[in-house]
C-alpha cells in the first residue's frame, strides 16, 4: 500500500524529527502518566487513612459535643470526683467529649432520604484512678490514673459501626445473643499488651467481661482497647447515658453522591450535632501524606497540564516546520494530481504515527516514574485527629501520642478528661500505581496531540497554492 | 538518447468522465496574469493569445522573470488567470472546480520541473508510482506500469534506487518516466535540462522528442536555450509578460 510505503520511507527518512516529535509527546505523557499516578496513590493512600478512621461502609458519623449542664465539668458529671479525706478508688464509663444522642434521633436520622442504614454507638472512656485523700500526703506509692477507650457496639450490625472495619485475629465476633451477655471483643494491640487472650476476663467499669474475640483495626486508626455490646456499655455508662442513649451515630448514604445531600439534611435535623463525612474528615488529615496530596493537586496537575501544552507545541510547531520545508514535494504531488485531503492524510498519518511512538514512550516514561516515585518517596505520615483514647494520662500533663490530657488539681475536682484536638501521626504506605485508565488516556492525549499537530500540518498544506509550492522551479 | 528506451507503455488507466484526452489541444485567449510586488503590479502574463493544436511541440523562450513559467503553470491548471480564458480539450479550465481541475492533471498533463522535484525519501519507483496514486490503479497494476515506464527511460536497473543515489539525468529520466506513466496527452517541461551537462541535456531532449512522436504527445517546453528550442515545431518567445510566435521550423 503506497499509503504506508510514502509514510515508512517518510519516518525513516526523517527519522531525527520523527524521534523529537515522538519524544517530546512521550515526555508529556509521561509526566502525565506519572503525576496521574502519583495521585492516585496519594488518594489511596489517604482513603486508607480515612477508611481507618472511619470504617468502611460508614459515610457520616454523627456526635454532639458535651453539653456543661449534663454535668461534664461538674463533680456530679462525668467522671467527676468528690475529694474526700480518705482514699477513693473509681473504675467509671464516661463520655467525657461526646454528648448523648436519643434512639430516637438514630431513628430519625435513619428514615432520611438517601440514608441506606443508620446505627448507634457509645464512644466511652474508661477511668481507673486511685484518689488519695484530702489529709494524706502525697507519697511515692501514687498511681496516675489510668484511661481505657471502651465502645458500645451494637451486636449483629458488623456492617455499620465501630467494628465494620475490623479483621477478627482470634475468637469470635458479637452475634445478636451477646447484646446483654457481659463479653467483650479486644484490640489486639491492647490484648498483646496485656496479655490477654480468648476467655481472658477484664474488668470494665468493675464489671467482668470475657474476652470473645481479638481484632485488628486498620493502619491509621486509633481504636478502643475493648468492645462490648452496647446495652451493657450503656447500663455500665454514668451520667445520662442510660438505656437506648447513644454518642455516636454510624449512617451509611444510599449512594457516595448523596453524602453530602444527608449530611445537610441531619445537620437541619441535629443543629447542634457535629455532622463528619470524608470531606470533613479529609481536611483533618495532615502532616507530609496532606502535603503530598496538596502537591500532586495542584503543582503536579499544572506541571502536567504545562508539560503536555509544550509537548503539543513541539509537535505542532516541528510539523508546520516539516511541512514548510516539503512545500515543493507537496506542491509536486498537486501538480501530479494528488487532492489536498490526500496530502492531509499522508501528513495525518505521519504525525499519528508519530503518536503512536509518543504514546507508548510516554506510557513507559510514565510506568518509569512511577515506579521511581514509590520507590524513592520518603516515608509518609497523616496527623490525624484522636478519635479515641488508650493511654495512661498524667495530672496536669499532656499524655503520650495519643495525646489525651488528664487535667485537674490534686484535691480538687477533675473536669475534663480528654482532649478533643489531640492528633496523632500514623505511617502511610505509599505506591503510585499506574491504572488502566491512566495508559488509556496518555495514549489519547499522545493521539490527541498528533492529530492538533497532523492538522496544523493538514491546515498549512490545503492552503498551499501549487504555482506558489513550485514558485522556485521557475 | 538511450538505445534502450521503448514506447510501449500498458494502456488501461482510468478516464476522466468527458475524457479531455480527446483533444489536447490549448485556445488562449486574453489571459493576463499580475503579480504584486510591494506596490507595483508585476504583469507575468500580458493579454496572451495562443493555440496549440493537439501533437503539436512548443517551444517558450524568454529571460528569466519574463512569464515563461506562469504561462506553463497556467497551462497546466496550477495557477488561475486574472482575466482571460484557457481552454483545455474545449473545456474552460479557469470556469472548472479545484477538484475537477485537479483530475485533469491527474489524468492528462504530465509536468517535468528544472530540479526534477523527486520526492527524495522515496524510491526511482515509488516517486514514478506517485503519479498514479490519483488514478486508483490497483497495486498489481501500478507495479507493471512503473516497470515499463522506467524501463521506457532506460532506468529499469534503478528502480530502487534514492534520488539521491542517481545522477542529474538519471533524476530528470525519473522524473519524465512520472510524467509519463499516466499516459498523459500533454506534456509540460519547466527548463528539463537546465540543470544538466551537454551530453545529458542531449540525451534527454532526445528521449523527450521519441515520447513526443511516439505518443503524438503535445509537448509544451520552456527553456533558455536555442538549440534546444529549435527542435521544437513552433518557437514563441516571453517578453515583459508578452508572448511573440517567432519562427514555426
Known sequence: MFFLTYLRRELQQRMRQAVVIAAGLGLGIGLVVTVTALSSGVRTAEGKVLGSLYGVGTDITVTTPVQPASGAGGSGGYGGFTPGPNVQHTDKLTSPTQGPISSSAVTAISRLHDVAAASGGLTLTEIKATLPGTNQPLSGSFQPPVQLSVVGAQVGRKALGPLNAAHRKSGREFTAADANADVAVLDSDYATAHRLAVGSVVTVANTPFTVIGIVTQPQGSSPPSIYIPLKRAQALAIAGLGAGTVNTVYVEAASAAAVGTVSREISRLMPSATVTNSGTLAKSVAGSLATTSKLATTFGTWLAVLALLAAFAVASLLTLAAVARRVREFGTLKALGWRSSRINLQVMGETIAMGIAGAALGVAIGFTGALLASQAAPSMTATVSTYNTNTKGGFGGQAGAGGAIFSGTIGGPMTTFANPNATHQVPVPFSAPVSDAAIVVGVALSLGGALVAGSLGGWRVTRLRPAEALASVG | ?249
Open chain 2, 1 to 249: 538518447m538511450s538505445n534502450e528506451t521503448t514506447s510501449a507503455v500498458p494502456s488501461g488507466l482510468p478516464r476522466g468522465g468527458s475524457d479531455p484526452r480527446a483533444s489536447a489541444s490549448y485556445t488562449l485567449t486574453g489571459v493576463t496574469k499580475t503579480y504584486q510586488k510591494g506596490r507595483r503590479t508585476i504583469f507575468a502574463l500580458r493579454d496572451v493569445n495562443l493555440a496549440i493544436p493537439a501533437g503539436e511541440w512548443l517551444a517558450v523562450q524568454g529571460r528569466t522573470g519574463h512569464g515563461k513559467t506562469t504561462l506553463l503553470q497556467v497551462l497546466g491548471g496550477l495557477d488561475q488567470p486574472d482575466s482571460g480564458s484557457v481552454t483545455f480539450g474545449g473545456r474552460d479550465l479557469s470556469q472548472l472546480r479545484e477538484r475537477q481541475v485537479t483530475k485533469i492533471r491527474a489524468t492528462s498533463i504530465g509536468f517535468i520541473f528544472q530540479t526534477f522535484n523527486l520526492v527524495a525519501t522515496l524510491s526511482a519507483a515509488e516517486n514514478v508510482e506517485a503519479a498514479l496514486i490519483p488514478l486508483g490503479v490497483t497495486s498489481a497494476k501500478r507495479r507493471r506500469l512503473v516497470a515499463a515506464a522506467l524501463d521506457s527511460v532506460g532506468l529499469a536497473d534503478r528502480a530502487q534506487h534514492l534520488p539521491s543515489e542517481l545522477s542529474g539525468g538519471q533524476q530528470q529520466r525519473v522524473a519524465i518516466a512520472r510524467a509519463l506513466v499516466k499516459e498523459p496527452r500533454v506534456l509540460l517541461a519547466d527548463e528539463p535540462t537546465g540543470n544538466l551537462d551537454q551530453d545529458t541535456r542531449d540525451e534527454i531532449i532526445g528521449l523527450l522528442e521519441k515520447l513526443w512522436r511516439d505518443r503524438q504527445l503535445t509537448l509544451v517546453l520552456v527553456t533558455h536555450d536555442s538549440s534546444v528550442a529549435r527542435r521544437a515545431e513552433r518557437v514563441a518567445t516571453m517578453v515583459k509578460g508578452q508572448l511573440k510566435m517567432t519562427d514555426r521550423l
